[in-house]
């Protein structure tokens, strides 16, 4: 198909008023300009249920994370307005709204809305807003603000034309006798839940609730009220892409009305994306009827073989302080064998974590601890034997970011292998702290044991990396490891995501997985087993004894 027929295509299925090369150039979709938010011209982000925005009086002001002024106002539905929320979600069937046997026209349908959007936010103009508005509420330079609008673009390509029935494909097996077959197929759960953290504001949501829309399912969104604004603003590109108002609700709220809601609308499956303790709470109140990616203190292991010293220290150096550390996959652990000890590594990262300033957003705010809880964390682990702060370790200067959020600078710890194994200290050396922190140790060759056994006391398995070009070593290592997404050989990192492979946790059974076809598949669709027995009976068929 030309560009010509396709731009003419979706300008003739856009609502009258948004044709497409009109709000290309004017972002018809938009309700708020990114570079405008302030605390002057504050922002309002509102709800949406049964195809309809609402706004509450019920207020919710937002710190601009970089000076602390408010700018933005979420309109927040309190525990007496869940009702058409409830309602909303109770009236979607467990069948879903589409499914192998019903409305098949909704897989088309949305491979035309993923096309379509996946085309917008590839233009330069949409793009660009997109990356300025998770820059100003989740503050990272351009280029990782940009890669998280990039990678939500090429998902939405992905999925787009026929890739969405081909999700639903099904699969038959040859029965007993004449007439009779077996036939696997992928089935919504019907009314379902997602809840997303501030970290990614556009990929996770855009991802999850994409691959919820494409196996049939009702979804109600929760993002984190702190970025809500950039879905908000997504979803509104999506209906004008063709999205029905009406398959998607989005509620502002905070985490006890969102918790009411569950326990009422009784959602047949919820994802959650954050922290561990969250995640195990709703597993409970749920009764495991969830799919998590909850905590990710992620480690990465420099091998015995020594290689392109300056490019491992740059991976490492991003791993471990991109987005200020606000990455479930961000490097929290690193171990490093002696012979790394003999090149210029350590001095490089320390450079290379200098570099970063609060500027260019190379660094800045933690949005989930504070500076003062990140430099007891630093005072704690300082009293364990043989620890020694390598660099970092002090509060930003000359910053105006406000007190509820933190301002280090680039952090890591040298913490000695003997002493993280001790009882008294590996729950703290192997605290999650979701900012630019990172603890590093040193292990010999004999001391490979003592590593593996540091890596299976773990509890969060999200991803790993193992830089060496050794296939002994990676084998011995991925042979007694299980991250879900483990990334070896001498350009493995711990970060990325991006929407060519699967990204997620292994391990526990409730884990989810998030841009690849088999993720969508695991998270929103279960088996639903179809046996056909038309017959014929065979002739002179009696009634057989009773066993």
């Not at 409830?86 to 035309?112: A, I, M, Q, W």
């Not at 501030?198 to 990929?203: A, R």
């Not at 949005?367 to 020694?388: E, Q, S, V, Y």
């Not at 991006?498 to 088996?527: M, Y």
Request: proline share 6%.
């Amino acid at each position: 198909m030309s560009m010509l027929r396709f731009c003419n295509q979706i300008r003739n299925n856009a609502p009258h008023s948004l044709r497409f090369s009109r709000f290309i150039n004017s972002l018809q979709f938009a309700t708020v300009k990114a570079e405008e938010i302030s605390g002057s011209q504050p922002a309002e982000v509102q709800s949406l249920v049964q195809g309809k925005w609402i706004q509450d009086g019920n207020w919710n002001t937002i710190l601009d994370p970089l000076n602390g002024e408010s700018f933005i106002k979420v309109s927040e539905v309190d525990e007496s307005g869940i009702k058409p929320f409830v309602e909303s979600l109770t009236k979607c069937p467990k069948h879903g709204l589409h499914n192998p046997f019903k409305s098949p026209e909704r897989y088309l349908l949305y491979g035309d809305v993923s096309a379509k959007a996946g085309h917008l936010l590839s233009t330069p103009e949409v793009s660009d807003f997109f990356t300025k508005l998770v820059q100003r509420v989740s503050p990272k330079s351009y280029q990782q603000a940009y890669a998280e609008v990039y990678v939500t673009a090429k998902f939405l390509e992905n999925f787009s034309s026929d890739q969405v029935r081909f999700l639903a494909r099904s699969f038959g097996v040859p029965g007993n006798h004449l007439g009779q077959q077996s036939h696997g197929f992928r089935w919504p759960y019907g009314p379902v839940a997602l809840i997303t953290p501030f970290n990614f504001p556009l990929e996770i949501p855009v991802l999850q609730l994409m691959g919820a829309l494409y196996m049939g399912n009702k979804p109600v969104l929760k993002v984190d009220s702190k970025v809500c604004i950039v879905m908000e603003q997504m979803l509104r590109l999506l209906h004008a892409c063709g999205m029905p108002m009406e398959d998607v609700d989005f509620i502002n709220s905070d985490g006890g009305t969102m918790n009411k809601l569950l326990l009422e609308a009784n959602p047949r499956m919820t994802l959650f994306t954050g922290s561990s303790r969250v995640a195990n709470k709703l597993a409970y109140d749920l009764n495991g009827r969830v799919k998590l990616e909850d905590a990710g203190f992620d480690w990465k292991i420099l091998g015995p073989d020594v290689h392109e010293v300056d490019y491992v220290s740059w991976v490492c150096d991003q791993d471990a302080y991109a987005c200020s550390g606000q990455k479930c996959s961000a490097q929290s652990l690193l171990f490093v064998h002696e012979n790394w000890g003999k090149t210029s590594f350590m001095h490089q990262l320390s450079t290379l974590a200098g570099r970063r300033k609060l500027d260019d957003l190379t660094i800045g705010p933690v949005l989930t601890f504070t500076t003062k809880a990140m430099l007891d964390h630093k005072n704690n682990l300082l009293r364990i034997p043989g620890a020694k702060l390598l660099f970092g370790g002090e509060e930003l200067e000359n910053h105006s970011i406000p007190s509820i959020y933190g301002a280090i600078k680039p952090t890591a710890i040298f913490v000695p292998i003997e002493q993280i194994l001790k009882k008294e200290h590996y729950e703290l050396v192997t605290k999650e702290i979701f900012g630019p922190f990172q603890i590093i140790t040193e292990y010999k060759d004999s001391q490979i044991p003592m590593v593996l056994e540091a890596l299976e006391k773990m509890h969060a398995h999200l991803t790993a990396a193992v830089v060496s070009n050794d296939p002994l070593f990676i084998q011995d290592i991925l042979g007694h490891t299980v991250n879900g997404t483990t990334y070896v050989g001498l350009r493995a990192r711990t970060t990325g995501a991006p929407q060519n492979h699967w990204f997620g946790p292994a391990g526990d059974p409730r884990g989810a997985g998030i841009g690849t076809p088999e993720a969508i598949k695991l998270v929103w669709s279960c088996h639903r087993e179809v046996i056909y027995d038309h017959g014929p009976v065979p002739n002179n068929w009696q009634i057989p004894p009773s066993t």
